[in-house]
């Protein structure tokens, strides 16, 4: 047996039948021209042969009495039959079917008395293309490392036919200081936060004169922020890079304002619909990456986050574009002021506020910390192939928590950047609509910067 780490053991404790602590993913493949019609089964039965399981995928939570989440446990011999599954969608396979599914599949727990990880091969969609959905516990592996590890198992060589899985390769290991969760990199300082003492005059005067630091519990409450349940409803879909690339080069910002700036349009119209949308602006958590150019050979990231203006309270979208990409240009420049361990402690500041969302009552009472969290993880830059079938869409899906009922990551895959939308099946109503909005709200900027 292995001692679990405070930092996992965290998301062992938190996880409950509301709140499922596991990462996912979703990825859509399109098999190579003039393959076999069963090119899904072959591919299957030959993943139920990859029985060299890494340790990561052989551990689970140790039951030593009545007490548990104190020691992993190994199992020597990983039931694939019970990991790996295979689903078909109902004719006509529409990919509405295949949200539906993978809907169910994300809001399930994942078995303690077993490895805690699941892969499901699906096919049956009416193009001929497949999917599989994916999903690890955050105490084994978090979101950022999960991507690059679905990421090892492929290939840029469309020849390449070689198999390979994700539960054979070693994940990167998460560093005490450098994992590429936030909530990982956060939750080991949790106990840091005087480390911003020798800082407290740069922040005073960031945060009260100067106006440049967005402090948490100062964003309005909404309908997204109220107790969830234990249902989910997930959305995805891809837009071309370029056109995100082209409002960016015309406005004078960041590709992740753009991003931001898109989902805040979405979110207004949303709002609006549901006669919910609030006199001041909503405010989103972005995790950003702190690594200079000194850490760049250094592996890994070092992530901290910044609490974001939304600017939803603005109806032109060329300035609410101009509201985010200040408030996110403020943000970072106070994070230049401080040293590295102060950067990692005033990150942990800004989020602490979600583990208040586990004391009775307080999601009710209480202004939330943010509203949203809006996540952007690296992905490939260039197409990528599994046994010659290539990755057309790569969504990565998160954790919604008490009083943050609605989750937006994304990844770029190669020409795209791929959004995954993950809500409370209860609290967020008709959430495939956000995907219409944020075309909507793409177009609305790119007429604004055209103008």
């Not at 200079?292 to 060329?318: R, S």
């Amino acid at each position: 047996m292995q001692p679990i780490a405070p930092t996992d053991a965290i998301f062992l404790v938190g996880e409950s039948r509301e709140h499922p602590m596991h990462v996912g993913g979703l990825q859509l493949f399109e098999p190579p021209a003039g393959i076999a019609a069963d090119f899904v089964r072959e591919a299957f039965e030959l993943l139920r042969t990859e029985t060299d399981v890494q340790p990561t995928f052989r551990k689970h939570p140790a039951f030593l009495g009545g007490l548990t989440n104190l020691a992993w446990t190994f199992d020597r011999d990983v039931e694939l039959d019970y990991h790996l599954r295979r689903s078909a969608l109902p004719s006509p396979g529409r990919v509405r079917d295949l949200l539906e599914l993978t809907s169910r599949l994300h809001g399930s727990l994942l078995d303690r008395h077993r490895p805690l990880w699941e892969a499901h091969l699906i096919e049956g969609l009416h193009d001929g293309r497949f999917a599989v959905y994916t999903k690890f516990h955050h105490a084994l592996i978090d979101g950022v490392s999960a991507m690059k590890l679905m990421q090892g198992a492929l290939t840029d060589d469309p020849g390449d036919t070689g198999l390979r899985v994700p539960w054979s390769l070693t994940p990167r290991r998460r560093g005490h200081t450098g994992g590429g969760s936030l909530l990982g990199t956060v939750g080991a300082l949790a106990g840091s936060v005087a480390g911003l003492a020798p800082s407290t005059l740069t922040l005073a005067r960031a945060a009260l004169l100067e106006q440049q630091l967005t402090l948490p519990f100062r964003a309005p409450k909404t309908m997204l922020n109220v107790r969830i349940g234990g249902a989910r409803r997930v959305a995805a879909q891809s837009w071309a890079l370029q056109r995100i690339k082209n409002v960016k080069n015309a406005a004078g910002v960041t590709v992740n304002d753009v991003v931001l700036a898109m989902c805040s349009g979405a979110l207004r119209a949303y709002l609006i619909d549901e006669d919910a949308l609030p006199e001041t602006a909503l405010v989103a958590m972005v995790p950003v990456d702190l690594r200079t150019e000194a850490d760049a050979d250094g592996g890994g990231n070092l992530v901290g986050a910044i609490l974001c203006n939304l600017a939803t309270d603005v109806e032109d979208p060329a300035r609410r574009l101009d509201v985010i990409a200040a408030s996110m240009r403020d943000n970072k420049a106070v994070y230049a002021q401080l040293p590295r361990m102060q950067q990692l402690a005033l990150s942990a500041f800004l989020i602490g506020g979600l583990a208040l969302g586990l004391l009775p009552g307080f999601v009710t009472a209480a202004p939330p910390p943010f509203n949203i969290v809006i996540s952007n993880v690296p992905g490939a830059r260039h197409p990528m192939y599994w046994k010659g079938a290539r990755l057309t869409g790569n969504y990565p899906l998160s954790i919604p928590l008490d009083g943050q009922a609605l989750n937006i990551t994304l990844a770029n895959n190669a020409d795209n950047l791929d959004f995954g939308l993950v809500g409370c099946r209860r609290s967020v109503p008709h959430l495939q609509r956000l995907l219409g909005h944020l075309e909507t709200s793409l177009k609305d900027l790119e007429r604004a910067v055209e103008a």
